[in-house]
T-cell receptor, first 114, second 116 residues
Framework: DAGVTQSPTHLIKTRGQQVTLRCSPKSGHDTVSWYQQALGQGPQFIFQYYEEEERQRGNFPDRFSGHQFPNYSSELNVNALLLGDSALYLC?????????????FGPGTRLTVL | AQKVTQAQTEISVVEKEDVTLDCVYETRDTTYYLFWYKQPPSGELVFLIRRNSFDEQNEISGRYSWNFQKSTSSFNFTITASQVVDSAVYFCALSDGGTSYGKLTFGQGTILTVHP
């Protein structure tokens, strides 16, 4: 039973560029959440997707957008990258309707903005 | 607004010592959920336990135990007879708004180092 997977593992971009991060949820999970974790900090909630719609959003600018596909996988897009966007981006999946409503996390994508 | 505070930034112990990680939370909701996650150097957050606001029973799982006290808004985590493999960053997290699958608010984390 595969867990949450994310790609790529590492990414280096320059300021002003755009980036897309990908997440495949754990088998049977239909809800995907994204978090940003700066070095030495706890993860910060970006947004959550369910049934291909953004269900909840944290305090992040519109530069951060997402998408969920019919197979429940998800993408996180960040436009006009800033140095401060350098962080570990974590994806978590859950299945609220099935009693497995705990969020399970993937290994993350380490984004470095130069 | 919800908030989670882990007052201990770093803890260093010698193997076989017991260690307690503190977590204090703030929420206006009466229904909420508390979690502990472990983050080893690989970066992946590993789920350890979930507790809802109506269940104040303490829980023990092997060397791990959790003490939930609503009166003091605390959800502390104790590792008994610590081992080197317990070295990691530990996060306490809160999900309020009546669900356990919504936004998680994390504390700053406690770095635990267990020396041989």
């Amino acid at each position: 039973d595969a867990g949450v997977t994310q790609s790529p593992t590492h990414l280096i971009k320059t300021r002003g560029q755009q980036v897309t991060l990908r997440c495949s949820p754990k088998s049977g999970h239909d809800t995907v959440s994204w978090y940003q974790q700066a070095l030495g900090q706890g993860p910060q909630f970006i947004f959550q997707y369910y049934e291909e719609e953004e269900r909840q959003r944290g305090n992040f600018p519109d530069r951060f957008s997402g998408h969920q596909f019919p197979n429940y996988s998800s993408e996180l897009n960040v436009n006009a990258l800033l140095l401060g966007d350098s962080a570990l981006y974590l994806c978590a999946s859950s299945f609220p309707g099935g009693g497995t409503d705990t969020q399970y996390f993937g290994p993350g994508t380490r984004l470095t903005v130069l | 607004a919800q908030k989670v505070t882990q007052a201990q930034t770093e803890i260093s112990v010698v193997e076989k010592e017991d260690v307690t990680l503190d977590c204090v939370y703030e929420t206006r909701d009466t229904t909420y959920y508390l979690f502990w996650y472990k983050q080893p150097p690989s970066g992946e957050l590993v789920f350890l336990i979930r507790r809802n606001s109506f269940d104040e029973q303490n829980e023990i799982s092997g060397r791990y135990s959790w003490n939930f006290q609503k009166s003091t808004s605390s959800f502390n985590f104790t590792i008994t007879a610590s081992q080197v493999v317990d070295s990691a960053v530990y996060f306490c997290a809160l999900s309020d708004g009546g669900t356990s699958y919504g936004k998680l608010t994390f504390g700053q984390g406690t770095i635990l180092t267990v020396h041989p």
